[in-house]
Nanobody, 122 residues
């Protein structure tokens, strides 16, 4: 059974830091591109950061220089280090995995976690 379990969210003051983790199971983690998305109240879900299976990274413009995505394939875990947090970073943060399942063919897979709440407030 595929699972993505996020942790590390919470309440932090503006300018503070948090490190989110996403523990994966049930699929070949090392071959999947892993991403973080977020959704603020009343807004659509938006892309935050991506790390490919080759550990290439990409970030949304508003997160560049403040957020860092990384992965540990030995632990089947992807991380999001968030620094210099702002109130507008308040959202539910979701982990996403995209890759392929192979059987009689090549089948695209798209997995989501349940989300972890990040609140930036004084």
């Amino acid at each position: 059974q595929v699972q993505l379990v996020e942790s590390g969210g919470g309440l932090v003051q503006p300018g503070g830091s948090l490190r989110l983790s996403c523990a994966a199971s049930g699929f070949t983690f090392s071959t999947y591109a892993m991403s973080w998305y977020r959704q603020a109240p009343g807004k659509e879900r938006e892309f935050v950061a991506l790390i490919t299976s080759a550990s290439n990274t990409n970030y949304a413009d508003s997160m560049k220089g403040r957020f860092t995505i990384s992965r540990d394939n030995a632990k089947n875990t992807v991380y999001l280090q968030m620094n210099s947090l702002k109130p507008e970073d308040t959202a539910v943060y979701y982990c996403n995995g995209k890759g392929f399942k192979y059987g009689s063919g090549r089948y695209p897979q798209d997995y989501w976690g349940q989300g972890t709440q990040v609140t930036v407030s004084s």
